[in-house]
């Protein structure tokens, strides 16, 4: 069964930093783009990133670069979003969604169930 | 940035009966390899989004028949032929030709 599991969200204070990760299983996880999606309370789905299969190429929205870094570690299966200078609208959950094929960044086959992140003090 | 620009936001439906929605682009979404890279989600209440459709028209697996996507350049259109009770919830078109990867604000279908 195809399954990405998200962890690490919970709650931080403003300027804070958390990392999440994404556990694959299921696939093989080295042969799919991968990236991070979230979903403010009752509102919809922005990209927030997108990482190549071999993690060589990566892409960000204008409204995380410099404070998101997303990575990957193909051995083990998971994918990671390391988010620095927390603000109080990044409170989201966090979905992990992937795709198959090296390079096929535009579309998302797969998603995990997502982490709940709230900033706030 | 493409502006996906979805409508209506909300959708009452009849069971059995047929629903339609429209999402439109700021600009084209055929990419320079000639491929249209537009998609379609849903996502239902307490869930996490499902794809349905990728590049405009191709259903994903499992997905059932009753759904169908059509369109091209910067119009495009995602029909239930039926709706079932199933089918409510948040649906969401999203671009995938140009950079940053844009969705559509949501249409939430009803029953």
Redesign the interface.
């Known amino acids: 069964e195809v399954r990405l599991v998200e962890s690490g969200g919970g709650l931080v204070q403003p300027g804070g930093s958390l990392r999440l990760s994404c556990a694959a299983s299921g696939f093989t996880f080295s042969t799919y783009v991968m ?1 991070w ?1 979230r979903q403010a309370p009752g509102k ?4 927030l990133s ?1 990482i190549s299969s071999s993690g060589g190429s990566t ?4 409204s995380v670069k410099g404070r998101f870094t997303i990575s990957r570690d193909n051995s083990k299966s998971t994918l990671y979003l390391q988010m620095n200078s927390l603000r109080a609208d990044d409170t989201a959950v966090y ?1 992990c ?1 992937g795709n198959p094929g090296y390079t096929n ?5 797969i ?4 982490t709940m992140v709230t900033v706030s003090s | 940035d493409v502006v996906m620009t979805q409508s209506p936001l909300s959708l009452p439906v009849t069971l059995g009966q047929p629903a339609s929605i429209s999402c439109r682009s700021s600009q084209s979404l055929v990419s320079s390899d000639g491929n249209t890279y537009l998609n379609w989600f849903q996502q239902r209440p307490g869930q996490s989004p499902r794809r349905l459709i990728y590049k405009v028209s191709n259903r994903d697996s499992g997905v059932p028949d009753r759904f169908s996507g059509s369109g091209s350049g910067t119009d495009f259109t995602l029909k239930i032929s039926r709706v079932e009770a199933e089918d409510v919830g948040v649906y969401y078109c999203m671009q995938g030709t140009h950079w940053p990867l844009t969705f559509g604000g949501g249409t939430k279908v009803e029953i």
Do not use: K, M
């Open positions: 990236g999606v919809g789905l922005e990209w997108t892409f960000y929205a204008d979905f969604a960044y535009e579309s998302f086959e998603w995990g169930q997502g």
